[in-house]
């Protein structure tokens, strides 16, 4: 079965510092995708890539980048962390142009002080 | 603009009791439309995708576009049916997937 491992269960961090959350898959798929999910509001997309150093916008990418220089493995970046980044963070990843089903992480809690 | 409804944040049933999760959408294409699940410490999965017409543990979903739903259904709910449940349409040219709110259901004895 598919792996998607995210590095880190939990995490405390302070206002201001560049944070960093790595995602890696096993199973030689194309597409990454980065969530957030909050009470209230589900999951919500932040940035996705379909290929390796391709990276597209979600639909709340501000205060987010993102890098893949290899294929397995997909980074999100808090330039600059904010109170209201705290959330748990899901990444998820796809096979094909059609990415039908997508297979998550444990995702990581992100809370920022 | 897409956009994906679950109108409930929680449901509550007896077991055995029939159980319902309202889905509805709004997208000017063609959408396809699936059903993903997170049972509590697991990550989230999913649970079954309208092109397949199929059940999954006693699960259906039917797509009505002349209502824009696809609400899931099951006849007798167990208290393994406990989860948060969210509803997600693909659409667009490169398929990103929206997702609903999320409904949570607890299924108590």
């Known amino acids: 079965d598919v792996k998607v491992t995210q590095s880190s269960r939990y995490l405390v961090k302070r206002t201001g510092e560049k944070v960093f959350l790595e995602c890696v898959q096993d199973m030689d798929h194309e597409n990454m995708f980065w969530y957030r999910q909050d009470p209230g509001l589900g999951l919500r997309l932040i940035y996705f890539?379909?290929?390796?150093?391709?990276?597209e916008k979600g639909d709340i990418p501000e205060g987010y980048s993102v890098s893949r220089e290899k294929k397995e493995r997909f980074s999100l970046i808090l330039e600059s962390a904010s109170t209201n980044q705290t959330s748990m963070y899901l990444c998820?990843?796809?096979?094909?142009?059609?990415?039908?089903?997508?297979?998550f992480g444990s995702g990581t809690q992100l809370s920022v002080l | 603009a897409q956009r994906v409804t679950q109108p409930e944040k929680l449901l509550s049933v007896f077991k055995g009791a029939p159980v319902e999760l309202k889905c509805n959408y709004s997208?000017?294409?063609?959408?396809?439309l699936f059903w993903y699940v997170q049972y509590s410490r697991q990550r989230l999965q999913l649970l079954l995708r309208?092109?397949s017409r199929e059940s999954i543990k006693g699960f259906t979903a039917d797509l009505n576009k002349g209502e824009t739903s696809f609400h899931l259904k099951k006849p007798f709910a167990q208290e393994e049916d406990s989860a948060m449940y969210y509803c997600?349409?693909?659409?667009?040219?490169?398929?990103?997937?929206?997702f609903g709110a999320g409904t949570q259901v607890v299924v108590t004895p």
């Open positions: 997208y000017s294409g063609s959408p396809e």
């Open positions: 890539s379909y290929d390796v150093k391709m990276k």
């Open positions: 998820a990843s796809s096979r094909g142009i059609r990415n039908e089903k997508l297979f």
């Open positions: 997600a349409l693909r659409g667009g040219s490169w398929g990103k997937l929206q």
């Open positions: 309208h092109i």
